[in-house]
């Protein structure tokens, strides 16, 4: 196997004279982008840091992007990308955490930062791109310092998203790097030399376990510092290619299509990961993107572990139910589903979920005793809840954290959240606990409509009663006129939307 640097290297030599990056329509080649590279690793070897130091970065998708990608991996130096918008605790937290040597920070977030060095001890260095760093970069050093790097060296420490409790590091190897990014890749299309990939997610996330395979095979990373909807449905129909996308940036594109005949001839591939995605809006995504839609499960310890092709997804043997599934199970990956004693149970049986992948993590950085209660026997434990069937599909039902305890009874919200889901007026659902004074919890139900759309609360309880029974139905319905609050890489807040339920009680339930 080929450690990351110099699967990239070799292709930034085989490709050199080919467009390897595009950001705010500005295009660099594989041998401008790699001499970028090169003199930013130079750059940052010169202030004192060795190979195995760990590197923060706060940035949006642009060219520079690009030089901290490529840098890092040159000088065997360990990625720890942060996550904007995140609370200023949050990044001195990963910063501490992982005991970064050095901060790189986009211009337009250096606000973000400030006073950061003062809260975390190893932070030697903050450096800012602003007006000056391009200056600074040329007058690195072009020469490739040529780091040894062993596969089993660490590459990246990417961080659970945070949005409950304490953001955690998972780290990852060049040799579990690299099994990772052919999983991506290989139930896909094959990429070839001038395919695009268009990032409208930050490359810090989703979108980028995708930057790497586009590379080596003479791809064009298109690097978009934000995701907007119209802009998104604009380069997809230029470019086409492949893209990463989250269901809420689909179900905002959907909303946006309308009014314009769209095409997509040069499109590849349309991966969707990160959360659920509700069946109304993957059928009214097929209808528009056509036979080029894949969906994937994983999480930051593992992913992908689960695929779905188009044919997979729509047309499924009978007996599966793929629109209500989360993928079927990866080649290379193992899934099982556990009881409360660990015991794998057997299909159709609702349990823990249970991953083991080439790619996985190799630790949660800094915490053996959670390493360990993660990793267990080489399995990654997910504290995701769901089912296998007879034919490898994998269905979600909820997180172990997202249950509703109602009465005695358990009810997961995305079983909810199906059935609204349905209702045409609906054009984003979620559903959370709030308490009630006879049953502990209850479910309620945030729902954005389609504009000029009208819905009664009484409507979407009487389906709920109908679909699902009683027991299940929500108690509350809140109309929001705002989009369901997400973060900075797209997923619904579900903490934010449950505080405002429990704001005015005495239990820590809102937060958990």
């Known amino acids: 196997m080929i450690n990351v640097r110099d699967a990239m290297r070799r292709a930034a030599g085989w490709f050199q004279d080919r467009p390897a990056i595009i950001s705010d329509d500005h295009v660099i080649t594989f041998g401008e982008a790699w001499d970028r590279g090169i003199r930013l690793a130079n750059g940052l070897l010169a202030l004192g840091l060795k190979p195995g130091d760990r590197v923060a970065v706060l940035e949006e998708n642009c060219l520079e992007a690009s030089d901290f990608f490529l840098g890092t991996a040159i000088a065997n130096l360990v990625r720890v990308p942060l996550y904007k918008r995140n609370s200023r605790e949050a990044h001195a937290q990963m910063l501490r955490h992982t005991g970064c040597r050095a901060l790189v920070v986009s211009g337009s977030v250096a606000d973000e930062v400030v006073g950061l060095q003062e809260d975390c001890p190893d932070l030697a260095h903050v450096i800012i791109r602003d007006a000056g760093y391009g200056q600074w970069l040329a007058g690195q050093s072009p020469i490739d310092p040529d ?19 304490l953001p955690k590091g998972m780290a990852f190897s060049h040799r579990a790097w690299m099994n990772t990014e052919r999983d991506w890749t290989y139930r896909l299309p094959a990429i070839e030399p001038g395919d695009h990939c268009v990032h409208v997610g930050p490359i810090s996330h989703g979108s980028g376990y995708l930057f790497v395979p586009v590379w080596m095979n003479g791809g064009v990373n298109i690097l978009e510092p934000k995701f907007e909807a119209s802009r998104a449905l604009d380069l997809l129909s230029r470019y086409g290619g492949y893209f990463f996308a989250v269901p809420t940036m689909i179900s905002d594109m959907l909303a946006e299509a309308p009014g314009k005949s769209w095409s997509f001839p040069k499109l590849k591939a349309i991966i969707i990961g990160g959360s659920p995605i509700l069946p109304k809006t993957a059928v009214d995504a097929r209808g528009l993107f056509g036979e080029h839609l894949h969906q994937m499960y994983g999480q930051t310890e593992a992913t992908p572990v689960v695929w779905m092709t188009p044919n997979e997804w729509f047309n499924g043997p009978e007996g599966s139910e793929p629109l209500l599934a989360a993928g079927r199970v990866m080649p290379f990956a193992h899934v099982e589903v556990r009881d409360d004693d660990n015991l794998p149970v057997e299909n159709g049986v609702v349990g823990e979920i249970a991953l083991r992948a080439d790619g996985q993590m190799q630790c949660i950085w800094n915490e053996p005793e959670l390493t360990r209660q993660r990793l267990v026997d080489g399995w990654v434990l997910t504290g995701d809840v769901g089912k296998l069937d007879d034919y490898g599909y994998l269905y979600l039902v909820d997180r172990k954290d997202d249950m509703i305890i109602s009465g005695g009874f358990n009810i997961w919200p995305a079983e909810l959240e199906v059935v609204i889901a349905d209702l045409p007026e609906v054009r984003e659902v979620a559903v959370v606990r709030a308490p009630h004074p006879r049953w502990g919890e ?36 809140v109309f929001r006129h705002e989009s369901l609050p997400r973060t900075p890489v797209g997923k619904v807040q579900r903490r934010l939307l449950r505080e405002q339920f429990w704001a005015d009680t005495n239990t820590a339930l809102a937060g958990s």
């Open 147 to 165: 780091i040894q790097i062993d596969l089993d060296d660490f590459y990246i420490i990417r961080h659970s998203g945070g949005t409950t409790g």
């Open 442 to 477: 209850t479910p309620a139900a945030i729902i954005v409509l389609h504009e000029g759309a009208e819905l009664t609360a009484q409507t979407v309880i009487d389906l709920c009663a109908e679909r699902l029974g009683p027991l299940k139905r929500p108690t509350q319905v």
